[in-house]
């Protein structure tokens, strides 16, 4: 793909992350119904063991090689671009391997003596096969993506998701009847079994890229050349990406045990944890589909245009992801907050979940557009500034977490008010470097004032639905989202009516123009 077929790309890459996340919600709301909020509790206490150990192992190295690849690629140096791969690839199954080792040795004592839990043993150990791989398909994706070869990564993520949902519905319908550890054991298998249909994929169709490259070397690289260059990039990320999950791996230890402290069970406290993070936040990260697009595709991107000097496209590339993020977060975060207990009784049978949904609906917009910045930081070579932002947001998130949960006046608010401050925090930290390297004069009534209006009429149609619906013999939770299919289609018909969607924007993407 061309450079000038960013905006093209990006919204390619929507569709494509539309469907995994569809995919991905399925499988969530399959988990909920299967094993329940204290499986789902137990898995995310294992899932952030796994966490911690591919962040360390692998954390900045993706976006370190999408950098690299894209410059080497803008200079035609293939040869480079080859052992980039090589070297990284040696990196990652080197960091899997004595990953999985200390797993290993220590599951034991993370289990008894870290969580207090040793139900959840068996868990840590069957992460061991992902610990080896996930670093593999992470490496492989970052390869592809600096090559501006979208569709094979892409393609991969579809793959592993839908093998997921599939071979875990089948364990989970054939393991009747399920208990909260059994269900959580399931779901833990499930990355594994995924990550390996997604490295077949990639590994595949590495002859038929690498076909393509001429094997011409400008100046041959060592290996440690490479790794110099690969952690002078990936490093500021990895330490941010790192307290960030310790972060999460810390909250759910301690949010169960400040919980208890405040008179909750133990079984209570673990359910919590489990609507927060296995139901509340799934449904939350849905803007993702977008963000998650704009991120991947806008980082080789500004390298490439910083690197050539063409600001234009940098400010228009920058431009259209802050525009994107906030189209798809303001109307989402408004259905989130007027409409949780439907949302939360009609896709998990639990409506306790429907609070969580509206307490993390005030901040997803900041949130949204913290992901975005990152990648924009990171594409502007400003790593460490991102980084410097994120543990500022991440301290105040603490802070909140530990000195608010355990007090009876806040209980579980105290999280909520830690992630609305965090995800405020670093977007306003990100908002100031971002405007002091590149001046975008932002038109707000475009970027905000238009969706706000949009959405306010997508409540309208949403309303209007639900009561023209009430004459037909359809069941609740189908008039429910049928009024939300027709509440989306108003909201994008009033973006092409305001021009906050050019209305010539889908005859230049037919062209390539974009």
């Known amino acids: ?40 509790g137990l898995a995310h206490m294992a899932r952030s063991v796994l966490m911690i150990f591919i962040v360390i192992s692998s954390a900045g190295i993706p976006t370190a090689i999408v950098r690299l690849v894209a410059e080497y690629k803008s200079k035609n140096d293939y040869f480079t671009i080859k052992k980039i791969l090589r070297v990284s690839f040696l990196l990652a199954l080197t960091f899997g391997i004595v990953f999985s080792l200390i797993i290993g040795f220590f599951g034991n004592f993370i289990a008894i003596n870290i969580y207090k839990n040793e139900s959840i043993i068996v868990l840590i150990y069957f992460l061991i096969p992902a610990v080896i791989l996930l670093p593999l398909t992470i490496t492989f994706r970052g390869y592809y993506y600096g090559l501006r070869i979208i569709t094979v990564p892409n393609v991969s993520q ?14 989970l319908t054939l393991s009747q009847p399920i208990t909260p550890i059994k269900g959580a ?75 208890m402290d405040i008179g909750y069970s133990y079984r209570e406290a673990v359910s919590t944890l489990g609507r927060i993070s296995g139901m509340a936040m799934p449904l939350i990260a849905l803007t993702f589909i977008v963000t998650g697009a704009v991120v991947t595709n806008i980082v080789p991107n500004l390298s490439e245009n910083m690197a050539t000097k063409r600001y234009h496209k940098v400010k228009r590339d920058i431009t259209f992801a802050f525009k994107m993020t906030l189209l798809a977060a303001i109307p989402l975060s408004i259905i989130y907050l007027v409409y949780a207990e439907p949302l939360g009784y009609y896709i998990y049978e639990d409506s306790q979940v429907s609070y969580f949904i509206r307490a993390l609906s005030l901040g997803s917009v900041f949130l949204s557009l913290e992901h975005t910045f990152s990648g924009i930081l990171n594409g502007l070579n400003k790593q460490v500034a991102a980084t410097i932002n994120r543990l500022i947001g991440l301290g105040i998130q603490v802070f909140c977490i530990y000195s608010l949960i355990g007090n009876p006046k806040f209980g579980i608010n105290g999280f909520f008010i830690g992630f609305f401050l965090s995800s405020i925090t670093i977007f306003l930290l990100d908002s100031i470097i971002i405007r002091k390297k590149i001046k975008l004069g932002l038109d707000f009534r475009d970027i ?30 189908t008039k429910f989202f049928l009024s939300l299919g027709v509440g989306g289609v ?25």
């Open 1 to 40: 793909m061309k450079a000038r077929g960013f905006i093209y790309g990006s919204i390619f890459m929507v569709l494509i992350n539309f469907i995994v996340r569809t995919v991905d919600f399925v499988y969530d709301v399959m988990l909920s119904k299967y094993i329940g909020a204290e499986g789902l």
């Open 158 to 171: 579809i793959i592993e998701h839908v093998a997921q949902l599939i071979i875990v519905f089948l364990m």
């Open 185 to 259: 054991l399931i779901a833990i298998c499930g990355i594994s079994i995924g990550e390996v249909f997604d490295l077949i994929w990639l590994t595949s169709m590495l002859k038929k890229t690498n076909k393509r490259m001429m094997n011409i070397p400008y100046r041959k690289k060592s290996a440690f050349e490479i790794l110099k260059q690969l952690f002078s990039i990936s490093a500021p990320i990895a330490l941010a990406d790192v307290i960030g999950v310790l972060l999460r791996f810390a909250n759910s230890i301690f949010i169960p045990r400040k919980l």
């Open 448 to 477: 905000i004032l238009k969706p706000i209006l949009s959405s306010f009429i997508m409540l309208i149609a949403i309303y209007s639905s639900m009561e023209i619906l009430e004459g037909f013999s359809l069941g609740a939770s």
């Open 490 to 514: 108003a909201y994008i018909i009033m973006l092409f009516i305001t021009n906050a969607i050019p209305k010539n924007t889908v005859k230049r993407l037919k062209k390539g123009n974009i």
